[in-house]
């Protein structure tokens, strides 16, 4: 049957037969996982734009995390907040993995750099889930506001999620060969996109419980904070968009990939800038609030908006 497909190929292409190896050929079930990413690798590069619009605005924002590192570091030291401190700290190392992934894009398309991409692409995600998880769930406690044990309890809990998620991942990525990570997998592309649409859905699930409360007799217990509703509002239709593009997807529509590439560059570019504006501006940006509150009164208490009245 080999022979036959050899002078099938030389007919159509009229090139010299390609010697195979052992390595590169494929049963009728399917192939190795090295041989799937490497043949698919050459396709489905993404290309310039993809890469830019994933690398330019983490480029930014990591410049601006630097340029104002001094001033926030200064406000933290004389806050002594261990919350503001251990999500400043988060926001950091989620920052410094994303701009990697957003950097190495290239590993995803290169033989031989399956494994590290796949590395890269695990603690990335589990980096910027940890943020995630761990901001929701502290805001979510009634006594949000104790500090230290609170804090703790909600690190706890969002170890224990995050760390059985990576487990998981690590186990079909590693274990069962499934390219959660990778572009162009053949015939296994259903198991990765069912098991994206299983962990999207969740997240989608605890986003549209928590507006549910907020909408019910229940939202008393429930932070009030305008951006933080704001926040889940933005995450939930983002994690509804994502889940309807994975089904699409997973049904093999071309429009489904675009549609859920179009959501992994608004996620990697835009959400950490999203969280620092929503949650950490205003604590670094307090001190400059009230000193110019405090000139405005002075102006004001000498006469000089009297002339905004005639």
């Not at 926030?72 to 806050?79: D, E, V, Y």
């Not at 990778?182 to 699930?205: R, S």
């Not at 509804?240 to 590439?261: H, K, P, Q, R, T």
Request: proline fraction near 3%; charged fraction near 10%; include cysteine.
């Amino acid at each position: 049957m080999v022979k036959n497909l050899q002078v099938a190929f030389n007919t159509s292409v009229s090139t010299p037969p390609i010697a195979s190896s052992p390595a590169s050929t494929i049963d009728g079930e399917g192939s190795s996982f090295l041989v799937r990413t490497s043949s698919s690798s050459s396709s489905n590069c993404h290309g310039f734009w993809f890469d830019a619009f994933l690398v330019v605005p983490s480029v930014i924002f990591v410049v601006y995390l630097a340029v104002h590192a001094k001033k926030n570091l200064n406000k933290l030291c004389n806050g002594r907040s261990y919350i503001m401190i251990s999500y400043y700290a988060f926001l950091w190392i989620a920052s410094i993995l994303n701009l990697t992934w957003c950097s190495l894009q290239a590993w995803q398309c290169s033989p031989g750099k399956e494994v590290a991409w796949n590395l890269l692409s695990l603690f990335t995600a589990s980096g910027m889930l940890c943020w995630e998880i761990s901001l929701v769930a502290f805001l979510l406690q009634e006594d949000y506001a104790s500090g230290v044990e609170a804090l703790a309890r909600t690190f706890i809990v969002s170890g224990i999620i995050v760390g059985l998620d990576t487990l998981l991942k690590a186990i079909y990525v590693f274990g069962f060969g499934v390219p959660l990570f990778m572009d162009g997998a053949g015939n296994i592309d259903g198991i990765k996109w069912g098991l994206w649409i299983i962990h999207i859905l969740l997240l989608t699930a605890v986003y549209g419980y928590i507006l549910f409360v907020h909408f019910s007799k229940w939202r008393e217990k429930l932070p009030p904070r305008p951006a933080f509703y704001n926040y889940v509002v933005v995450m939930f239709v983002t994690c509804s968009v994502s889940l309807f593009a994975c089904g699409l997807a997973g049904l093999g529509a071309n429009f489904g990939i675009w549609l859920y590439n179009f959501t992994v560059i608004c996620y990697h570019s835009l959400y950490l800038p999203f969280l620092y504006v929503t949650f950490l501006a205003d604590f670094f940006q307090e001190e400059d609030f009230l000193s110019d509150s405090a000139y405005y009164s002075e102006m004001k208490d000498a006469g000089f908006f009297d002339a905004d009245w005639d």
